[in-house]
């Protein structure tokens, strides 16, 4: 059943009071603590959209082999039977770009309510996993003022990620970066990097624009009153949080105004999933997939597609099953996805979805090279990255374009912001010029060279800040690439993918070559199969070291003709290189025809 904005907005509001915010300002809440605990055999996290607050909606992954995999009417059956079995309201509203089923459950359930239906959800063999469609909540502090003299993160020598030497190798031409965030207020200083995106949010008293999901990610504001998004939370200007984002990465610069970006030739595409107190899981899934280049249903084709996103976002508890698939999805496709570490002060594996596998986390450092008092931390970090801390000095925050208005748009401006949402573009900056510098660089080798290449922290951490301080001038010099000379080994042997079975391997000898395979070395791969997301396949080297081409994942679409780019320069071209393959799950098979390297 359909929700009433008035109500829906309610529910939001509540939600919201616990929801991780990932911002460095401490605040003190007042939770009102539901008084029913449901069966114990359903943990409260997963019957809540944020902690105190019960789900409205449930997000479900049926197994591969299951008809409401694939099939809308027979998952709406599905919901109706839980109905039946529970007395209580279940809907099927829509499937996600995962594969994954929308449920709603009605007005105002009680956590007790959504444990029953989460209960008959688990006791089906049809269903791989369910779970709450949680808030997620932006991630920025607020402060002050303008210019590249100003923007210490990207040049001093203390605790600067030291970008400038990597502009004499590449500012980021040909990559386009998503920030999934509150979308864009136009500004001036980023215009001329940004290319369309869209905005996911489908509940309009989230949205706040009028509309539900539509091709205009504009921001219209986030800004709320007190006890609005909670009881205890206090009024809030509108952040305009995407946009200060969006200018780190990518800001225009010599262009005699303003500030400059990262990765300034590089351009943003705004995918907006954040309104009024936040934005559900269910929008940021289907913005991570469209972004990569998946196909979401509703939704236009992406014109667009990013290699880098950006997601200075956040919420508590575990990584989900149903963000997990997204984020394989995505990387699979080949973009590579930089996550905040979050702003608690406390272990990162509590924050979603920077806990996830498949991300680059990143930690916030202050001025002096130490992580910031508020950053997360844990052996989950990946890198750290300037974040900002203006307690000292507004001047220590990061500099980026913002706008003056407290509720709708108004003039532009710039600001200081602090915390791990302005470490993360810096982040994702990186990647967009590793990505312009070697374009065949995949997501694990671009996480793996921004570690290898970060240096010690110059301050202290405590808890754990991943590999170090980012380097970018190092980084970009360590991954440019040899190109490819168009030399073609081939296997047309079509080899029988057994299902759920052991891995299948087709090997190929390649003989003539010289030194090692290059950076770009082209996989060709034709695969005949009846749901795809059951594959994993490997590439595997004459000295018997892997490399993962593709992951399991909910993708119940038919066969995998592509080419995957994979740096091998680290290889003797020289010997017999094997494709592996195997089925990971019951119900479908396929056929390998044949696959091919080029050199």
Same mark, same amino acid.
């Given at each position: 059943?359909?929700?009433?904005?008035?109500?829906?907005?309610?529910?939001?509001?509540?939600?919201? &009071?616990?929801?991780?915010?990932?911002?460095?300002?401490?605040?003190?809440?007042?939770?009102?603590?539901?008084?029913?605990?449901?069966?114990?055999?359903?943990? /409260?996290?997963?019957?809540?959209?944020?902690?105190?607050?019960?789900?409205?909606?449930?997000?479900?992954?049926?197994?591969?082999?299951?008809?409401?995999?694939?099939?809308?009417?027979?998952?709406?059956?599905?919901?109706?039977?839980?109905? *039946?079995?529970?007395?209580?309201?279940?809907?099927?509203?829509?499937?996600?770009?995962?594969?994954?089923?929308?449920?709603?459950?009605?007005?105002?359930?009680?956590?007790?309510?959504?444990?029953? &239906?989460?209960?008959?959800? *688990?006791?089906?063999?049809?269903?791989?996993?369910?779970?709450?469609?949680?808030?997620?909540?932006?991630?920025?502090?607020?402060?002050?003022?303008?210019?590249?003299?100003?923007?210490?993160?990207?040049?001093?020598?203390?605790?600067?990620?030291?970008?400038?030497?990597?502009?004499?190798?590449?500012?980021?031409?040909?990559?386009?970066?998503?920030?999934?965030?509150?979308?864009?207020?136009?500004?001036?200083?980023?215009? !001329?990097? $940004?290319?369309?995106?869209?905005?996911?949010?489908?509940?309009?008293?989230?949205?706040?624009?009028?509309?539900?999901?539509?091709?205009?990610?504009?921001?219209?504001?986030?800004?709320?009153?007190?006890?609005?998004?909670?009881?205890?939370?206090?009024?809030?200007?509108?952040?305009?949080?995407?946009?200060?984002?969006?200018?780190? $990465?990518?800001?225009?610069?010599?262009?005699?105004?303003?500030?400059?970006? =990262? !990765?300034?030739?590089?351009? $943003?595409?705004? #995918?907006?999933?954040?309104?009024?107190?936040?934005?559900?899981?269910?929008?940021?899934?289907?913005?991570?997939?469209?972004?990569?280049?998946?196909?979401?249903?509703?939704?236009?084709?992406?014109?667009?597609?990013?290699?880098?996103?950006?997601?200075?976002?956040?919420?508590?508890?575990?990584?989900?099953?149903?963000?997990?698939?997204?984020?394989?999805?995505?990387? +699979?496709?080949?973009? !590579?996805?930089?996550?905040?570490?979050?702003? *608690?002060?406390?272990?990162?594996?509590?924050?979603?979805?920077?806990?996830? +596998? +498949?991300?680059?986390?990143?930690?916030?450092?202050?001025?002096?090279?130490?992580?910031?008092?508020?950053?997360?931390?844990?052996?989950?970090?990946?890198?750290?990255?300037?974040?900002?801390?203006?307690?000292?000095?507004?001047?220590?925050?990061?500099?980026?374009?913002?706008?003056?208005?407290?509720?709708?748009?108004?003039?532009?401006?710039?600001?200081?912001?602090?915390?791990?949402?302005?470490?993360?573009?810096? #982040?994702?900056?990186?990647?967009?010029?590793?990505?312009?510098?070697?374009?065949?660089?995949?997501?694990?080798? =671009?996480?793996?060279?921004?570690?290898? +290449?970060?240096?010690?922290?110059?301050?202290?951490?405590?808890?754990?800040?991943?590999?170090?301080?980012?380097? /970018?001038?190092?980084?970009?010099?360590?991954?440019?690439?040899?190109?490819?000379?168009?030399?073609?080994?081939?296997?047309?042997?079509?080899?029988?993918?057994?299902?759920?079975?052991?891995?299948?391997?087709?090997?190929?000898?390649?003989?003539?070559?010289?030194?090692?395979?290059?950076?770009?070395?082209?996989?060709?791969?034709? =695969?005949?199969?009846?749901?795809?997301?059951?594959?994993?396949?490997?590439?595997?080297?004459?000295?018997?070291?892997?490399?993962?081409?593709?992951?399991?994942?909910?993708?119940?679409?038919?066969?995998?003709?592509?080419?995957?780019?994979?740096?091998?320069?680290? *290889?003797?071209?020289?010997?017999?290189?094997?494709?592996?393959?195997?089925?990971?799950?019951?119900?479908?098979?396929?056929?390998?025809?044949?696959?091919?390297?080029?050199?």
């Amino acid at each position: 059943m359909r929700i009433s904005p008035e109500l829906r907005r309610k529910l939001i509001s509540v939600a919201a &009071v616990s929801a991780a915010l990932l911002t460095a300002a401490p605040a003190s809440v007042a939770v009102a603590q539901e008084t029913a605990p449901g069966p114990a055999a359903v943990p /409260a996290a997963q019957t809540e959209a944020a902690p105190g607050a019960p789900a409205e909606r449930l997000i479900v992954g049926y197994k591969s082999g299951a008809s409401e995999a694939k099939s809308d009417k027979a998952a709406a059956a599905d919901a109706a039977a839980k109905a *039946e079995k529970t007395g209580e309201d279940v809907d099927f509203q829509r499937r996600l770009g995962t594969g994954a089923a929308l449920v709603d459950l009605g007005t105002n359930p009680a956590r007790a309510d959504v444990a029953d &239906v989460v209960a008959q959800y *688990e006791a089906d063999p049809q269903v791989a996993y369910v779970v709450p469609d949680r808030l997620n909540k932006p991630t920025a502090v607020t402060p002050n003022d303008t210019d590249y003299g100003k923007q210490w993160d990207l040049f001093e020598s203390t605790a600067g990620m030291n970008v400038p030497a990597a502009w004499d190798t590449t500012t980021g031409s040909g990559v386009t970066v998503a920030v999934i965030d509150t979308g864009y207020v136009t500004h001036s200083d980023l215009a !001329a990097n $940004i290319v369309g995106g869209y905005d996911f949010i489908a509940d309009t008293a989230v949205s706040v624009d009028g509309n539900g999901r539509d091709s205009n990610p504009a921001d219209p504001g986030d800004w709320y009153n007190a006890n609005e998004c909670g009881a205890g939370i206090p009024a809030s200007d509108s952040s305009w949080h995407g946009t200060h984002v969006a200018g780190t $990465i990518a800001a225009a610069t010599n262009n005699g105004k303003g500030i400059a970006g =990262i !990765a300034h030739g590089a351009k $943003i595409s705004p #995918v907006r999933v954040l309104g009024k107190c936040g934005g559900y899981d269910s929008d940021i899934i289907d913005a991570i997939t469209w972004a990569s280049g998946g196909t979401v249903s509703g939704v236009p084709a992406n014109t667009n597609v990013a290699k880098v996103i950006n997601m200075s976002l956040g919420g508590g508890g575990a990584c989900s099953s149903a963000t997990q698939s997204a984020i394989n999805g995505a990387v +699979n496709r080949g973009t !590579a996805v930089v996550v905040a570490a979050g702003n *608690e002060n406390q272990n990162v594996s509590n924050a979603s979805p920077a806990n996830c +596998n +498949n991300v680059i986390a990143v930690a916030a450092t202050n001025r002096a090279g130490s992580r910031a008092s508020y950053s997360n931390y844990g052996s989950l970090v990946d890198i750290s990255a300037p974040g900002g801390e203006t307690r000292t000095s507004t001047a220590n925050g990061i500099l980026s374009t913002l706008n003056s208005g407290t509720k709708t748009p108004s003039s532009e401006n710039y600001d200081y912001y602090q915390g791990t949402s302005m470490a993360t573009p810096h #982040v994702a900056g990186l990647a967009a010029l590793m990505k312009s510098a070697n374009s065949a660089l995949t997501p694990a080798q =671009i996480e793996s060279a921004i570690k290898a +290449n970060a240096r010690p922290l110059p301050g202290t951490c405590s808890g754990g800040c991943g590999a170090g301080l980012a380097d /970018a001038a190092k980084t970009v010099q360590a991954v440019k690439g040899g190109s490819s000379t168009g030399t073609t080994f081939s296997s047309t042997t079509a080899v029988a993918i057994p299902d759920a079975g052991a891995a299948i391997e087709s090997p190929i000898s390649v003989t003539g070559r010289s030194g090692n395979a290059p950076s770009a070395l082209q996989v060709g791969v034709d =695969i005949t199969h009846t749901y795809r997301g059951d594959l994993v396949i490997d590439l595997v080297a004459p000295d018997g070291s892997a490399y993962r081409l593709k992951s399991a994942a909910s993708d119940s679409a038919d066969d995998v003709k592509t080419t995957y780019t994979v740096n091998a320069s680290g *290889e003797s071209a020289n010997g017999t290189w094997k494709l592996r393959v195997q089925d990971t799950a019951a119900q479908d098979s396929g056929t390998l025809n044949g696959w091919k390297l080029t050199f």
